[in-house]
């Protein structure tokens, strides 16, 4: 059975080797690109956030290469994620592809995701079900971890291109492991790789954290790959928001890491009494513990309508001046400029690093 999961970061890599156990092939869409964009938009309500139209883009693009079953997830909340995926599959259907979504309605419920995986690989155990979710846990974990590399090194070396074709690869096999035994055998491997990337010790980056709505941090698409951008400049970053803590924080497969939604509701709690949806309370509560970590700055990423974002960002005004910590915040749609984008970008970085410079004189 072939079943295609849209772009958001590496969760179809995390999601492919594990659902191969279970005879179901994960089928990644063609990269997303502004065609991809553009076909998505043009066929998308006016106002829906960029990740329903990248994600619309990755479905007609999957749909026209033959894929007949699409595996997304709902929900319900005060953000409209939750009938996103309904309303893909009636604009899909009513563009006049024929096909199959599976939808698991509560993400963040165990069991629901297991019967999500029951009803596109056919009769499987609960128990088998559970162990899979516990393997795509395992590898978003260490994809993770691959990512949180490259961020530390790539500000402090000078080979950025083999960096950049390093994380290509510890990414390339990891998707390639099947079982938790592959994995760790990878995880070895891919130990020893990054250990062969010099580090030029004079080099001292500024730390940026990046904060904002799920897809937008993790989708290099969709934030026009800005952590390589700022690796590249220099900039040591930090993201707000990860795969496996997601993953964690609901289904508690590493009960020592420390539950990450409640700690950011409580530390965002003075000033968002009641999370508006999304990642409104975390990208607050990050902003606050990257500026009590000694941060130089915060972007602060989103889409151009998505609301529970737009209420942060409002809060964020008052954080930047009660913390003293530069914020900047880029909001992006399919209309935007990665050329503005980037101007910007490079004029924050030279303004931290010369109060960073001017700082420690
Ligand atoms: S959090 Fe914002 S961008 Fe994300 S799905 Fe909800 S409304 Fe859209």
Request: with cysteine.
């Amino acid at each position: 059975m072939k079943v295609v999961i849209p772009h958001m970061g590496q969760l179809d890599i995390a999601c492919r080797g594990a659902l191969r156990g279970l005879g179901i092939e994960v089928v990644s869409p063609p990269r997303s690109s502004n065609v991809s964009l553009k076909l998505g938009a043009r066929h998308s309500p006016e106002l829906a956030c960029l990740p329903f139209k990248v994600n619309l883009g990755n479905f007609i693009d999957a749909l026209n290469d033959g894929t007949k079953m699409i595996m997304t997830a709902g929900g319900c909340g005060p953000c409209r994620f939750g009938y996103y995926s309904i309303l893909q599959e009636r604009i899909l259907q009513d563009m006049g592809y024929r096909f199959e979504m599976v939808r698991a309605d509560e993400p963040d419920r165990l069991a629901n995701l297991a019967k999500t995986l029951k009803d596109a690989s056919g009769a499987i155990s609960k128990f088998t079900a559970y162990k899979t979710v516990y393997f795509i846990y395992k590898r978003a974990d260490f994809l993770d971890r691959i990512i949180k590399w490259g961020h530390f090194l790539r500000p402090r070396t000078s080979e950025g291109n083999k960096l950049s074709k390093l994380c290509d690869d510890a990414i390339a096999m990891v998707d390639k492991a099947s079982s938790l035994k592959e994995l760790r055998q990878v995880k070895k491997k891919v130990k020893l790789l990054f250990k062969d990337i010099r580090i030029d010790n004079a080099k001292k980056p500024v730390r940026l954290g990046l904060v904002g709505e799920f897809f937008m941090v993790v989708e290099p698409f969709a934030n026009m790959d800005i952590e390589r951008k700022l690796g590249s400049m220099g900039v040591e970053v930090t993201r707000g928001v990860w795969l496996s803590d997601w993953i964690n924080d609901r289904f508690r497969f590493n009960p020592f890491k420390r539950n990450q939604i409640k700690l950011v509701n409580r530390i965002a709690r003075p000033y968002l009494k009641y999370p508006a949806g999304g990642e409104s309370a975390n990208t607050i509560a990050r902003t606050i513990m990257f500026a009590k970590k000694g941060y130089d700055g915060v972007i602060h990423i989103r889409p151009f309508s998505c609301m529970p974002e737009l209420v942060a960002q409002k809060i964020l005004t008052k954080v930047e001046k009660d913390y003293n910590i530069p914020i900047l915040t880029l909001s992006v749609d399919e209309h935007s400029s990665e050329v503005g984008f980037d101007t910007r970008l490079e004029a924050f970085v030279d303004m931290l690093v010369r109060k960073r410079d001017k700082r420690l004189a």
